[in-house]
C-alpha cells in the first residue's frame, strides 16, 4: 500500500528527508491541505504529531487511489489483456460501493471492472455497458413475478 510519507513515518521531517525537500515545504503542503479540506489532519503534540480521526480515513482512501494508479500504470506497461466488464450504475450507488470494488479487483484479477455512473437507463445495443445496476421501490399493492428475468444478451468485450 502506498502510503503518504507523513502519514507513515507521523514526522514531517522524515517525510521532507525521503522526498529530498525541506521540512518546511511539507509543512506547507500540509497547511494548504488542510485550509482546502476545511479542517486539520494533524494534532499537533509537543514533541508529537498525530493523525485525525478524519485524517485516518481519508489517508486510507488515498492510499486505495495510489494503489489503483500504480496497478493501472503496471497494466499499461505490460500490454494487460485482462477481460472488461463496464458496469452502469447510479451514482449514489458507484460512490458507496467504489471502495469496495478494490476487494472485488484483488479477488478476482482477471477481470477490469469499470463503473459508468449515469442516471440514465442503458441502452445494451448502443451503450458499451455490459450490464446495469438499478433499483426502485415496488409499489405494495404490486404482486412478484414467478416468471424468470427473460435472457439478456451475451456480453461484448
Request: proline share 7%; with cysteine; aromatic share 6%.
Amino acid at each position: 500500500m502506498h502510503q503518504p510519507g507523513s502519514a507513515r513515518h507521523l514526522s514531517f521531517t522524515w517525510a521532507a528527508a525521503e522526498l529530498h525537500i525541506t521540512q518546511a515545504a511539507i509543512s506547507h503542503q500540509v497547511k494548504v491541505l488542510e485550509v482546502h479540506l476545511g479542517r486539520p489532519l494533524w494534532r499537533r503534540l509537543i514533541r508529537a504529531l498525530l493523525l485525525t480521526e478524519d485524517a485516518q480515513i481519508y489517508v486510507g482512501r488515498v492510499c486505495e487511489a495510489f494503489d489503483m494508479i500504480d496497478a493501472a500504470t503496471t497494466r499499461l506497461q505490460a500490454g494487460d489483456s485482462r477481460e472488461v466488464l463496464t458496469v452502469s450504475v447510479l451514482p449514489s450507488f458507484a460512490a458507496k460501493w467504489l471502495s469496495r470494488l478494490g476487494r472485488f479487483r484483488a479477488a478476482h484479477p482477471s477481470i477490469d471492472v469499470r463503473l459508468a455512473p449515469s442516471v440514465e437507463l442503458v441502452d445494451f445495443a448502443r451503450d458499451d455497458a455490459n450490464i446495469s445496476i438499478r433499483a426502485h421501490r415496488r409499489p405494495a399493492s404490486t404482486p412478484r413475478s414467478s416468471r424468470p428475468a427473460p435472457p439478456y444478451p451475451a456480453a461484448r468485450r
